[in-house]
């Protein structure tokens, strides 16, 4: 007696070119799935999308030096494998980025250009990327490697984590998520804020900066050395706080560190 076999579905693949110049703008919306945005040194713009589900289709188009890659979705309360669609996209290395997703990851490297992503619950990588960089999820995470520019990133309960960062300013705020900054501190503004959860500052015996740490209900556990804060400047703390406030060093970075019933930590790098 032979059974039928259960075969994969066919995936459906488009690849797609478009000639740019100057700084292209990439938009890209998609409900579920992975994209890859990666540079090269051409002025033109790849698209490779790949879906197996058919009740969905990708499409990109060209408007000027506009790109935008959509996934269309084919009726209601789809399932993620029958919304899922999956692109690798090369772009020219100063592009401007604008994503949208629900779930899923995300993964930029190599990019220098002013970025958007706003997502429900999809992972967020980015990695050695120049800009204004603004992130906003609900659970989604974020984790940011040798990022520069200036990065705002606002989330429910997503985890941020921050490594080697070059920013010159950040302002990081998440309700009950984590937040990691793990680099040094000798320039830019950081402001990083929670309401529940751990926020972990590294630092290194060469790090400069001035500190501001304080808690409404939650602990402080501050295992460096501070001094008063020589340029004169006065801090708010809110009243009933917990706070440590003083200078490491010369004090050239700032950094502001605020949660109102978690845990902060300024620990030593290893």
């Known amino acids: 007696l032979l059974l039928p076999l259960a075969l994969p579905a066919a995936a ?4 797609k070119r478009f000639p740019v110049d100057g700084r292209p703008v990439v938009i890209v919306r998609n409900a579920h799935g992975r994209i890859d945005l990666k540079s ?5 713009v790849v698209v490779v999308g790949t879906h197996t589900s058919e009740k969905n289709e990708v499409e990109s188009k060209q408007i000027d030096n506009r790109i935008e890659v959509n996934t269309r979705l084919k009726g209601q309360n789809l399932t993620p494998a029958e919304m899922e669609a999956n692109y690798e996209i090369t772009v020219p290395e100063e592009t401007e980025l604008q994503i949208q997703t629900g779930s899923g990851t995300v993964i930029v ?6 970025m958007t992503f706003d997502t429900v619950a999809a992972d967020v990588q980015l990695q050695e ?3 204004f960089l603004m992130v906003k999820t609900i659970g989604g995470s974020l984790v940011c490697t040798r990022c520069a520019g200036r990065l705002s990133v606002t989330s429910i309960s997503g985890n941020i984590q921050l490594f080697q ?9 998440t309700t009950s998520g984590n937040i990691l900054f793990d680099g040094e501190l000798r320039r830019g503004s950081y402001n990083l804020k929670n309401y529940s959860g751990i926020i972990e ?3 290194s015996e060469t790090d400069s900066f001035d500190l501001n740490a304080s808690t409404v209900l939650g602990s402080i556990e501050n295992l460096a050395t501070l001094k008063p ?3 004169g400047a006065r801090r708010q703390v ?5 706070a440590f406030i003083g200078t490491f060093n010369e004090g050239h970075a700032r950094i502001e560190l605020s949660t109102y019933n978690g845990k902060i930590r300024i620990r030593p790098r290893d």
């Open 165 to 173: 960062p070059q920013l010159d300013f950040a302002r990081v705020q």
């Open 238 to 242: 809110p009243r009933a706080s917990t």
């Open 129 to 131: 990327v120049y800009g």
């Open 229 to 231: 804060d020589p340029h």
């Open 12 to 15: 459906h693949r488009i690849e």
């Open 201 to 203: 500052v590294r630092f």
């Open 40 to 44: 090269w040194k051409r002025m033109e």
């Open 109 to 114: 490297e190599r990019v220098y250009g002013d």
